[in-house]
């Protein structure tokens, strides 16, 4: 190999405004056993955006190809021993154009995945900072102790004074950060924008798909179908809203008894079949939708993302003096589990609950728009309180959670209704029936508890567990099978003429406050195709 180097004297260290024509020496390294002669000259065309490189050389009638290559001043010609063919009989001339290439931009991870990486890195910094002062304030001696207090007392004003300018600055940087609701028009703190949690989401999605790959239902599943159309009815009502006709919103239904579902900010929406089991009407699953639906539209996973990592970075100092603080390791940790749940009951759930209350409100205002009868949404939440009495399942005060009680829920949405109400009379959507679904609920519980009293002074407790109207047992066959019926939209006026097409019995039933029936065995098959 053969190696080339030219020293070229660049105006300014730039390749800007460089002769057309140059002559060079070059300086001819021999190695293993390759001969080379010397060159002629170069030419050299240089200019700010392309830098064009052409040698001859004449040499033996096997020339080695010519490699380019720069780093500050010097060029190099790197030669390998490569087979030519020959343009002369006596001699060759090898001829070898170089362009400078950039490497493709590198795309970075998204900034909530790289929060969430470098979470735990912060906290480790700062225990082991906290544990590294905490031993050399203790291997100092007695005298020096008692310099560094009093050094610290003479100047207490300017380390307040910095404390504050600190704490200003830190004001100013959240005060640039602030952003205003889609809907609401709430005031807000969003460190991370939009744009990342759509990447992010973009990656979420795809680890979901693969964890819930074997447990997708079919599209052609009657159950698919029905939350597929309320879902299309939903966005289709309120593609006035620039979050909602943006996202293309796409569903996926899971085989699963957990009782949940939630939408990711790119409008990847999963619904578990634990969830199905739960809801009694299209009324229902259209509210339940709507409040999923509403947490991607307002933003709250960044917003509950960018509060935390404020409050994570704030209490990095707290942390940091804790393990400076405390003599022991042991007596380090326990402060910190006490920061850490004492941030969780004073910020993180409490702030979880508002999001949650918003999106109550914001999703009861969609289920409006879209035709439903929105007195359905606390006839839901005091199903599902009952549900968790009748299974004896543990109930914790609501200051524990990160969601309101079903108790608060249901209380919340009742007071909502009227403005619902209202908003729905706008849509030009049917007359409701004038059965109120939660006057219907109500009796129909207390008929089952009287029931339920007459029977355990017949000694008969525990022979006959009281259920709710619409057991479990009988949804997942009833409710497909009810909401793939299909009628025209009535008009509204914010809907355009493409969407008066068929849609789910978001519409018609809406007309009827009725619990949805559950067909017999045979007529299940039939709603499936």
């Excluded at 720069?70 to 090898?94: E, I, K, M």
């Excluded at 798909?209 to 009502?237: C, G, K, S, W």
């Excluded at 006490?338 to 949650?356: A, C, H, I, T």
């Excluded at 109930?395 to 007071?415: I, M």
């Amino acid at each position: 190999m053969v190696l080339l180097c030219v020293n070229v004297f660049l105006r300014s260290s730039r390749f800007c405004s460089i002769p057309a024509h140059l002559t060079r020496y070059f300086r001819v390294c021999k190695q293993a056993e390759l001969l080379v002669k010397k060159p002629h000259c170069v030419s050299s065309q240089i200019s700010c955006h392309r830098t064009t490189i052409s040698a001859y050389l004449r040499g033996a009638p096997t020339g080695p190809p010519l490699r380019f290559c720069s780093n500050g001043r010097t060029a190099c010609f790197q030669s390998g021993a490569q087979t030519a063919s020959p343009l002369h009989s006596a001699s060759v001339l090898s001829q070898r154009g170089h362009r400078f290439h950039t490497s493709a931009p590198a795309r970075a991870l998204p900034a909530p995945l790289l929060w969430l990486v470098l979470k735990p890195l912060q906290k480790l910094l700062a225990i082991i900072l906290g544990r590294s002062v905490r031993k050399w304030w203790v291997a100092l001696p007695d005298n020096r102790r008692q310099l560094l207090r009093e050094w610290a007392w003479q100047r207490r004003w300017h380390l307040t004074a910095g404390a504050g300018v600190a704490m200003v600055i830190v004001a100013l940087l959240l005060l640039t950060h602030l952003d205003e609701s889609p809907v609401t028009g709430r005031t807000r703190l969003l460190v991370f924008s939009r744009e990342n949690y759509m990447e992010l989401a973009a990656a979420t999605s795809e680890v979901y798909m693969e964890e819930f790959a074997e447990l997708l239902v079919p599209v052609t599943d009657a159950r698919h179908q029905v939350v597929e159309r309320v879902v299309q009815h939903l966005a289709q009502r309120n593609k006035d809203i620039p979050e909602v006709s943006d996202v293309t919103w796409s569903v996926h239904v899971v085989q699963s008894p957990t009782v949940n579902t939630f939408v990711l900010p790119n409008g990847q929406v999963f619904m578990f079949t634990g969830m199905l089991d739960t809801i009694t009407d299209v009324h229902q699953l259209t509210i339940i939708l709507g409040h999923e639906m509403a947490h991607a539209i307002l933003g709250h996973s960044a917003e509950q993302a960018s509060l935390s990592h404020v409050m994570d970075l704030l209490s990095l100092i707290l942390l940091t003096a804790i393990w400076a603080v405390c003599p022991r390791d042991s007596l380090a940790l326990l402060g910190q589990w006490v920061q850490d749940k004492l941030s969780q009951l004073m910020f993180s759930r409490p702030y979880s609950r508002k999001l949650e209350a918003e999106a109550d409100q914001v999703g009861l205002q969609l289920a409006a728009k879209a035709c439903a009868d929105v007195r359905a949404g606390p006839v839901f939440w005091q199903q599902m309180e009952i549900r968790d009495q009748l299974r004896g399942e543990p109930a914790f005060p609501e200051w524990l959670s990160t969601h309101p009680s079903h108790r608060n829920r249901y209380t919340q949405l009742d007071r909502l209704i009227p403005e619902a109400l209202e908003l729905r009379e706008s849509c030009v959507c049917p007359a409701l029936p004038a059965a109120d679904p939660r006057t219907v609920f109500s009796k129909s519980v207390r008929v089952l508890l009287e029931n339920a009293k007459v029977q355990g002074r017949g000694g008969q407790e525990g022979a006959h567990k009281p259920h709710l109207p619409h057991s479990a047992a009988s949804l997942p066959t009833g409710l497909p099978a009810a909401l793939l019926a299909q009628t025209p939209l009535p008009p509204s006026p914010n809907v355009d003429q493409e969407s008066k097409g068929p849609v789910p019995l978001v519409a018609s039933e809406l007309t009827g406050s009725a619990p949805v029936p559950a067909p017999a065995e045979g007529e299940v098959s039939q709603s499936t195709s």
